[in-house]
Structure formats: structure tokens, C-alpha cells
């Protein structure tokens, strides 16, 4: 990003407009959740130039370069863009990180319609059905929480996240100072899943 920038700013110096608010635009898209970004992004505001894609590849690069920033309103704000631009790009990596995106933001119904637009048989599916349990936990949303988790057991009874997802669920419940939860879906992870690596820790805490 810096080094775009550099050369954003050398076109400029050079009087040649249209590759300095090229590269600028690389900077802002390419760079995003850089302060390279953010100056990139004042340029182009003051030159009077539109910051919309031109293209599926720069604004899901921006998207998931905020999203890895941990910047989870602007990679809301970017995905939704994507999804409404490109709509050819949502594939289950995208949804899937979008779930993260929106638990972490406490929308847990738009992490919800994320979860639901990755098709069943994609192999995302196990990893989603953790994050999404693992949102609502994280949100206090402990009704919802066992909804998908026991939805997950009936999907892939045989997964290793399975078990690993009611004792996260659980250890949420704990730091949430909810003993009633933590102990129900420690127990449920116990007698469901006695023999996976998982559970051993779930039994540790049990007895603690």
C-alpha cells in the first residue's frame, strides 16, 4: 500500500491525473485497513472522484482486507457491496466470513441469512454452523445457540467440530458467568461425544 502510494503521488507530481487516481484507487482498495488507505481515500474524495468498484476483485480484496483488520463495520459495509454489485462472487468462503463479520457486529439475523445462503453439501457448511453457534453464544443468545448446535449434531453427528462446537458454546456460557448453560451444553458434549478430544476438557471443567 505504501509503496502505491508512492506512486500515486508521483504520477501527481508529474501532472498525470488519470494514473495518479489509478493508483490511489489500487491504494484505497488493495491497501484498505492501512492509514495508506485512509489517505488514499481523502485524495480521491477531494478530486471529486466516485469510490465504487469497477470490479468484483477490488472490492472484495477491500472486504477481506478489512475483515482480516478485524474492521468489521467497514467489511460489513464492503460485502454487502460485493454481494449487490457481483452477485456471481458470493461463494461459502465469502458467506462464511461474513458470519464472523456479523456476530462480531451483534447482527446475528443478517449471520443467520449468511449461514442459510451457504448450501448444505458445501464443505464450509461444518466450519459455519461453528461460527454461527458460537455468535449467538458470544451474544447471550443461548436459545438460539442449542437451536443450531443441535441442528449441527443432526447434520454432521460425526464431525469433530460438533463436539468441539458445544464445548465453545459451553466455555461462553462460563465466561458469561451463566452456570445453568455452561453445565448443559458441557454435559450434552460429554454424554453425546465421550470419546473426542474435545470433551476431555469439557469434563475437566465440569468437575471444576
Known amino acids: 500500500a ?13 501532472q498525470n491525473q488519470a494514473e495518479a487516481i489509478k493508483f490511489y484507487r489500487k491504494v484505497y482498495f488493495y491497501g484498505a485497513g492501512t492509514n495508506a488507505a485512509k489517505e488514499a481515500e481523502a485524495k480521491l474524495t477531494s478530486l471529486g472522484q466516485n469510490l465504487n468498484p469497477t470490479t ?13 483488520a478485524k474492521n468489521y463495520a467497514e467489511a460489513a459495509r464492503s460485502f454487502d457491496a460485493l454481494l449487490l454489485q457481483f452477485p456471481a ?11 464472523i463479520t456479523f456476530s462480531n457486529l451483534k447482527q446475528m439475523p443478517n449471520a443467520q441469512n449468511a449461514f442459510s445462503a451457504i448450501p448444505a453439501s458445501a464443505k464450509e457448511k461444518d466450519e459455519a454452523y461453528y461460527e454461527l453457534a458460537l455468535g449467538y453464544a458470544k451474544n447471550r443468545l443461548w436459545t438460539n445457540a442449542r437451536t443450531i448446535s443441535e441442528e449441527m449434531r443432526r447434520a454432521f453427528p460425526n464431525n469433530a467440530l460438533t463436539p468441539k462446537t458445544f464445548v465453545a458454546v459451553g466455555l461462553q456460557a462460563r465466561d458469561a458467568r451463566n452456570k445453568l448453560e455452561e453445565q448443559s451444553f458441557l454435559r450434552t458434549a460429554l454424554a453425546g461425544f465421550p470419546n473426542a478430544v474435545d470433551v476431555a476438557g469439557a469434563q475437566f471443567e465440569l468437575a471444576w
Open 89 to 99: 462472487s458470493a461463494s461459502p468462503q465469502i458467506h462464511l466470513k461474513r458470519i
Open 56 to 68: 468484483a476483485e477490488e472490492i472484495q480484496t477491500r472486504a477481506e482486507k478489512l475483515y482480516s
Open 2 to 14: 505504501d509503496a502505491l502510494l508512492i506512486t500515486a503521488k508521483s504520477f501527481e507530481q508529474t
